[in-house]
């Protein structure tokens, strides 16, 4: 991505976003389901202030609270009963949560929601907790992670599987703007 936006004349970047050196720079900032990936979102939100002009406008929309919960709830019971102790490596906030980190940085939050988004999957739920869930199954060894996987697979299909082949994650997302004064 970093390429094709280069090929087309921006200047693009790959960087930290609890780690941003911009100063006073640019008009907007916007982010599509990354911030929950940003466990430490007061840096996050310091380096976003930070890189904004006066009247810039931070708009994003990330998982917010209550996202892929029956699966974090499958996938922490699970390794409860293998023995291991787990804590959800994701930052899901509530309206409330973000908006007063938001506002104790200075922003002015003009909109904020959390809007249920449930997403089917391309496949079964194993694929998903092979792609983001490795926080997860990175606490067992190797040889343990495809047993695993199938057990949390089976925990979710009453939850999540509509029995015709569909597989439903329950996404929820924290939609934002807000603008620095």
Same mark, same amino acid.
């Given at each position: 991505?970093?390429?094709? /936006?280069?090929? *087309? !004349? ?27 990936? *940003? ?7 310091? +380096? ?6 006066? $009247?810039?406008?931070?708009? !994003? ?8 919960? *029956? ?11 293998? !023995?291991?102790? /787990? ?18 940085? $200075? ?11 449930? &997403? &089917? ?5 194993? +694929? ?8 997860? &199954? ?12 199938? /057990? ?30």
């Amino acid at each position: 991505m970093i390429n094709a /936006a280069k090929s *087309m !004349g921006l200047n693009a970047s790959v960087g930290d976003g609890h780690r941003l050196s911009f100063s006073d720079r640019f008009d907007a900032v916007f982010s599509n389901a990354a911030l929950h990936w *940003m466990t430490k979102p007061e840096e996050v939100i310091s +380096g976003v202030w930070s890189a904004l002009k006066p $009247g810039g406008r931070f708009v !994003g929309e990330f998982g917010g609270a209550g996202n892929v919960a *029956m699966i974090v709830g499958a996938i922490e019971q699970e390794l409860a009963d293998s !023995g291991v102790s /787990a804590k959800c490596p994701w930052f899901f906030p509530s309206t409330d949560q973000y908006t007063q980190l938001l506002t104790d940085a $200075g922003f002015d939050v003009k909109r904020i929601s959390l809007l249920p988004r449930p &997403t &089917t999957l391309p496949g079964d739920v194993g +694929g998903w907790l092979r792609t983001f869930a490795q926080s997860y &199954t990175n606490l067992l060894p190797e040889s343990q992670r495809d047993g695993f996987i199938a /057990a949390v697979v089976e925990k979710l299909r009453p939850l999540l599987y509509d029995g015709q082949g569909n597989w439903t994650a329950d996404y929820v997302r924290l939609r934002f703007e807000a603008f620095k004064p």
